[in-house]
């Protein structure tokens, strides 16, 4: 396993990858040993670049291992502009399946590669921060950050169509 850690703004973010795609992005609480690669490496400079506000999403290579359900519902999180969080409820639609907000909301849940993988961008259908592993406060920072980059959008919802 390979390691790169960044002290970004909202605590130290490690970034775990094999020898050729990010698997784990998660903040620790304290620091360990770094055994980076050319992976993390590239992956830390784009995160580097989203917290400088130069960059709004990630292109370097992720694998996440999951249901065919669980990366559908990853891949449409990717999908969700930054500065325009949408609801469990607007994801659902958007997948065409309204009924499955639940598994929806659990399948965001067990996302392993925050913030590239825009997890925090889902809210609650009352514009409520809710369901983000690496807490809510953090959530909302994302989320101004967001919408600070963008010059556009809102860190709220303010209303959904």
Known sequence: ???????????????????????????????????????????????????????NNFDFPMLQIGTDFQKNVWN????????KPITYAALAKR????????????????????????????IGSNGELIGFSAGLWRKKWLLEHETEITKSGQSTLIHEF
């Open 1 to 55: 396993m390979f390691s790169s850690l960044i002290e970004s703004p909202i605590g130290l973010l490690s970034i775990n990858a094999n020898e050729h795609e990010v698997f784990s992005i998660k903040f620790l609480d304290q620091f360990t040993d770094e055994n980076p690669n050319k992976i993390t490496e590239i992956a830390k400079a784009q995160f580097m670049e989203y917290f400088s506000g130069k960059r």
């Open 76 to 83: 449409e999180l990717r999908k969700i502009d930054a500065g």
């Open 95 to 122: 997948m065409k399946k309204p009924l499955a907000i639940r598994a929806i909301a659990s399948a965001n849940g067990k996302n392993n590669l925050l913030i590239a993988i825009p997890c925090h961008r889902v």
